[in-house]
């Protein structure tokens, strides 16, 4: 019979992911707001911010498509110069954060392996910059477990916290995405070759 984690867990879509990643935990002393404003370097900030207005401003894009095209043509250049500004970012970013890693991801939550262990209810500052968009997100986590493996290291799991709306539907954006992907990988690797 499942737990409720294991229903809980259920609730969301995960999906199997690369994402350049940097775990840190979030003292029991300091406040959040405290460690964000210590630990996060500015261009991680900017890049975040930069997709989450990016993602709020879309639905007023596509009301300007109706009313007036000149205008709502040249936001969509302006748009696209600022996401490439933001690639360039993101890049910058990419560096500093070092290669990607394997993690299971969800709207519930994320996992992935580490090094060091975490006691289960601690807070961490989830830094990610998920691919190939190079969407960067600054997100609060709480350990749900932490287990050894045999050959070293931990699998680490972890359920969001204090999520606005905004990130939450930009991580269901690049989920559903990532399964679109996948499923069409899918389809090509099994259907037959027509030579």
């Known amino acids: 019979m499942p737990t409720l984690d294991e229903e809980e867990r259920r609730e969301y879509y995960r999906i199997e992911d690369s994402v350049a990643l940097e775990i840190q935990r979030i003292p029991d002393s300091g406040s959040v707001d405290e460690l964000a404003h210590r630990d996060t370097s500015t261009l991680f900030d900017l890049l975040s911010e930069l997709h989450v207005a990016e993602f709020e401003s879309q639905h007023l894009l596509r009301q300007l498509d109706d009313r007036d095209r000149?205008?709502?043509?040249?936001?969509?250049?302006m748009s696209k110069r600022i996401d490439l500004l933001g690639q360039v970012v993101a890049q910058t970013v990419l560096g500093?954060?070092?290669?990607?890693?394997?993690?299971?991801?969800?709207?519930?939550?994320?996992?992935?392996?580490?090094?060091?262990?975490?006691?289960v209810g601690s807070l961490l500052s989830v830094k990610m910059v998920l691919m190939p968009q190079a969407s960067g997100m600054m997100l609060r986590a709480r350990v749900t477990h932490s287990q050894s493996h045999t050959i070293g290291g931990y699998e680490v799991g972890t359920e969001w916290v204090e999520l606005s709306d905004a990130q939450r539907q930009?991580?269901?954006r690049h989920i559903l995405q990532r399964q679109a992907a996948q499923r069409r990988l899918a389809r090509e690797q099994n259907s037959p070759d027509p030579s």
Do not use: D
């Open 70 to 77: 000149t205008t709502n043509s040249f936001l969509r250049a």
């Open 96 to 119: 500093k954060l070092g290669a990607p890693q394997k993690v299971i991801m969800s709207e519930g939550g994320l996992q992935f392996e580490s090094h060091q262990p975490f006691p």
């Open 170 to 172: 930009l991580l269901a």
